[in-house]
């Protein structure tokens, strides 16, 4: 029987091939990634991660070239907005939703005529991507609701065993750098609008694409931003501020629970690199309490506040 885990991205390259699926290292967290035009290898990400069938998978391409002006096939109509995200943004966090071109197949969006496309900047997803040729469907390679991975050995503990060893691999390429997932803006309502978080943040768009940009607000159009989401098995509370966060912390102390304090307020960039591990760090030790201490609202701040948020919706 091979390893589950390896670094060879040649081998990766032959299990996507071959119909198998690659957990692959990207700079936000792992994807659990298949053939984007291999339906049964597709089918088979939704059943691991147990994923509705309506929440659809982002496509990752090595290089979208921006200046062609079909995405190669992806998507149906790049309208000039697109395009500058494309040229600023790619390689990197931004996933830009389009009009679906001739190469989406159902599977990947649950029949609807969008497809999120995404040209992730790690370089190890950037090879396998190159060599590979195609594109790959990935969701975050976690179970359906839970906390998503940032290194090989957390997807190994969520999914490792409804992996076939003799199909599939996990490649490892190190920690996950920022530790949120993409941001994802809608380029096919006008002014775009940004759906989900992330480290390139709405303001940053707003200016690149001079026509300002909506915040998602009401019920979202992105199927799958779910009120409860990112959840560890311990109850995440939010604070405000330090003394909230130990306010509540030894109430909860005081009514017999195990409780940490997170505070990562300092330093932002760290707070969502770390946040995930932080996470599963809690349900490791055996918390039933974990206080978190919110950090502002700037920057990739938004970010790590929407997925907090997420994680301690009951
Ligand atoms: O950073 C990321 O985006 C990571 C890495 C692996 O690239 N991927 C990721 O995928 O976070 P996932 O599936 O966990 O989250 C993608 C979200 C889901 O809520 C999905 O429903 C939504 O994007 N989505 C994808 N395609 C869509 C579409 N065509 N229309 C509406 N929502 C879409
Ligand atoms: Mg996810």
């Known amino acids: 029987m091979d390893e589950l885990v390896t670094r060879d991205v040649g081998r990766a390259v032959a299990t996507l091939r071959a119909g198998g699926l690659v957990a692959m290292p990207t700079e936000t967290v792992y994807g659990l990634a298949a053939d984007a035009e291999q339906p049964d290898a597709v089918q088979r990400v939704f059943e691991i991660k147990a994923r509705p069938a309506d929440h659809p998978l982002i496509v990752h391409l090595a290089d979208a070239a921006a200046e062609t002006s079909d995405l190669a096939g992806w998507a149906a109509d790049v309208p000039p907005a697109a395009r500058t995200l494309a040229a600023t943004c790619w390689p990197g966090p931004l ?19 969008t497809v999120g496309l995404r040209v992730p900047s790690h370089p190890v997803a950037h090879e396998l991507l190159r060599r590979f040729g195609g594109g790959v469907a990935a969701p975050s390679a976690n179970r359906f609701g839970r906390v998503s ?25 190190g920690p996950s750098d920022i530790g949120v997932e993409s941001t994802i803006v809608d380029l096919t309502v006008s002014p775009p609008q940004v759906l989900r978080a992330g480290a390139i943040t709405a303001d940053q768009i707003a200016v690149l694409v001079e026509s300002g ?69 809690a349900d490791a030790i055996g918390l039933d309490d974990l206080v978190v201490v919110l950090p502002p609202a700037h920057g990739i701040g938004v970010a790590v506040r929407d997925r907090l948020a997420k994680a301690a919706a009951s």
Do not use: F, K, W
């Open 95 to 113: 996933t830009m939703l389009l009009s679906r071109g001739p190469r989406v197949i159902d599977a990947v969006t649950g029949g609807r005529d």
């Open 213 to 281: 940009v909506a915040d998602a607000s009401g019920p979202s159009r992105a199927s799958g931003m779910l009120a409860a989401h990112y959840q560890p098995s311990c109850r995440v509370v939010l604070a405000g501020d330090r003394r909230e966060a130990h306010r509540a912390a030894n109430a909860a102390r005081a009514a017999g629970r195990r409780v940490g304090i997170l505070d990562r307020t300092d330093d932002l960039v760290v707070a969502a690199r770390q946040l995930y591990a932080d996470l599963r760090r």
């Open 149 to 173: 991975p940032t290194t090989a050995q957390h997807v190994v503990d969520d999914i490792g065993h409804l992996l076939d060893p003799d199909r599939d691999v996990v490649l490892d390429g």
